[in-house]
């Protein structure tokens, strides 16, 4: 499992040993030797055959802690033999001393005079730019002298006429307390970072990035008090969460899922949905729709699954006894399918709640004074996400504003409670899945190349004397196995395996209401674990090659991505 940290967590962990009596600096010393090191290496890999002495770098400079990093890492740089620029982004500020003091012969040391010095040409003399002007506390974009020096160093990357670079803690532009991006903002080949990985360390941003170095600078003990505020499962996380049977199983044993998916406009939904639960191995499928023509398209593709009809009494969901239920992907709610939609919200069963389901259940959520469960897992994409909240601010803008005054969602940057849109929502994922979780009270699972899963709360968040009480569950990351999985199809795909998924676990327990008790996270494990196997039967279908991936080859592989990640516990 990889932690991430958000800068306030990374500044609170560090503050005892810098504020201890006697404190020399070490923290910095060794931040310079690592980002040093990491340049080396980079270097050395990059051009195999090129000499020190014929390699030139130019290190931007910022006023504080990262600035001096920087500048001793250059001094460290020099003494391998490479030649460097110190370009200072404050001429006036407290490093140019230190620069003067600590550069070695030959170091040139750049101030005011560089709107006149660079030009294209110029920079082609650069093997490598490190960003070193702003770090882990920064909020906002680059302002002043800087701002100026990188929207211009920016718009010759976007040209390809620049050099690689290298931050220093993190790129430039990116707000680590919350893991936005704020243009402009160099794109890093590598950046090294210390003491912790800090968002957007696990979010799609994460590409700004690049290759993430973590150096703990011998402190490694430093945030063992504190929760990370996003986690990223690996293999062996996600092995654990699966649910096998033994040789007491029977079909009940395995989970039982209802699913209302499809429509005779989408009828490929229903069949998509239904053959990937069946594939992730569910004990029986319930497959519930109005029309006989769905139901029968739906029969024919998957045998295997039992169907009713939804506008019949027996319809309601109780009745069909599932452990879970999956709702929404290419329906046209009527009367039938939205009381099968009210019997699930207004229940404990556990439920996945995808495309058209996310519409109702905003305008519910706002009319309703109890929160969803979050054994309800609602499962947008950014657009959907959009969609969700604007319903839910528009029918009860008084909760809306009151969530955005609340110290969960606290954003200094941030003013109002202006609802996003979905490049808002694209460009702060963290921030808005964590909203939708606090104003449903659910699981929230934001789709996407980087899928960020949310838990929610079932106290009353509107309270701010309640709100101190709350544990703060992190959210889940799960990167991306493949693009070619962006497609039509592949979320109702990803809404069958959820749905297998859950029901296997809610039938293998007691109570899943009382085992979420004391394991609040389990359906964002259960969520990961989906979005994983989603993307390892992709993989598997493409058997190391690239190229298109349609949502019927990724529910055909899913049997032989669940038997090799079997094969590993």
């Avoid at 029309?291 to 009713?308: D, G, I, K, M, Q």
């Avoid at 702060?428 to 996407?448: D, F, Q």
Wanted: include cysteine; charge should be negative; glycine fraction near 8%.
């Amino acid at each position: 499992m990889l932690d991430i940290y958000t800068a306030e967590d990374i500044r609170t962990a560090e503050a005892p040993y810098i504020n201890a009596p006697g404190y020399n600096g070490y923290l910095m010393a060794r931040a310079a030797k690592a980002l040093a090191k990491e340049t080396h290496a980079y270097l050395k890999k990059r051009y195999k055959h090129r000499a020190p002495e014929n390699t030139h770098l130019l290190l931007l400079v910022g006023p504080g802690n990262n600035g001096a990093d920087t500048i001793w890492a250059g001094k460290r740089l020099a003494k391998k033999g490479y030649r460097i620029d110190l370009l200072l982004t404050d001429p006036e500020g407290q490093n140019l001393t230190l620069a003067a003091a600590e550069s070695m012969d030959g170091t040139r040391i750049i101030g005011a005079e560089w709107e006149q010095a660079f030009s294209c040409e110029a920079l082609q003399h650069y093997q490598l730019i490190i960003d070193g002007v702003l770090g882990t506390g920064a909020r906002g974009a680059a302002r002043g002298v800087a701002g100026r020096l990188l929207e211009k160093l920016r718009a010759l990357q976007v040209q390809g006429m620049l050099p690689p670079v290298i931050a220093c803690d993190m790129p430039t532009g990116i707000d680590a307390h919350s893991g936005t991006l704020h243009e402009p903002c160099l794109r890093a080949e590598r950046t090294v970072t210390f003491i912790g990985r800090k968002l957007p360390a696990g979010t799609a941003l994460e590409a700004a990035c690049g290759e993430i170095k973590l150096h703990d600078l011998g402190i490694p003990e430093a945030l063992n008090d504190f929760f990370p505020a996003l986690i990223v499962p690996e293999r062996e996380d996600h092995a654990q969460v699966l649910s096998l049977p033994n040789e007491k199983s029977h079909k009940y044993t395995r989970g039982v899922l209802g699913v209302l998916a499809g429509s005779d406009e989408y009828p490929g939904a229903g069949v998509l949905t239904t053959r990937a639960a069946i594939n992730t191995g569910v004990g029986m499928v319930r497959y519930g729709y109005p029309s006989r023509e769905v139901r029968s398209l739906v029969l024919s593709s998957c045998p295997e699954a039992v169907t009713f009809d939804a506008s019949e009494s027996r319809g309601h969901i109780p009745v069909q006894h599932v452990d879970a239920c999956t709702i929404g992907s290419g329906v046209n709610f009527s009367n039938a399918t939205l009381r099968m939609l009210q019997d699930v919200l207004e229940s404990d069963t556990p439920a996945v709640l995808d495309a058209g389901a996310l519409d109702l259940v905003a305008a519910y959520l706002a009319h309703s004074s109890n929160p969803l469960g979050i054994e309800k897992i609602l499962t947008p994409h950014a657009g959907e996400l959009a969609r969700f909240l604007n319903i839910f601010a528009s029918e009860n803008p008084t909760r809306w504003n009151a969530l955005h005054a609340s110290s969960l969602m606290h954003n200094p940057l941030r003013t109002g409670a202006t609802v996003p849109s979905r490049e808002d929502i694209e460009a702060e994922p963290y921030y808005w899945v964590r909203a939708a979780a606090w104003i449903s009270g659910a699981t929230v699972m934001l789709k996407g190349g980087t899928t960020l899963i949310a838990t929610g709360s079932q106290a009353n968040i509107y309270d701010p004397a309640r709100v101190q009480e709350l544990t703060i569950l992190p959210v889940v990351s799960v990167p991306g196995a493949t693009p070619w999985l962006a497609t039509a199809g592949s979320g109702d795909t990803l809404s069958g395996i959820l749905g297998a998924l859950l029901a296997q676990v809610a039938a293998e327990v007691e109570s899943f209401s009382r085992t979420l008790n004391y394991s609040p996270s389990l359906p964002s494990r259960i969520a990961a674990l989906a979005v994983y196997l989603h993307g390892q039967a992709a993989l598997e279908s493409l058997q190391g090659a690239q190229g298109p991936v349609p949502a019927t080859r990724v529910a055909e592989y899913l049997p032989r991505a669940i038997a090799q990640l079997i094969t590993e516990l």
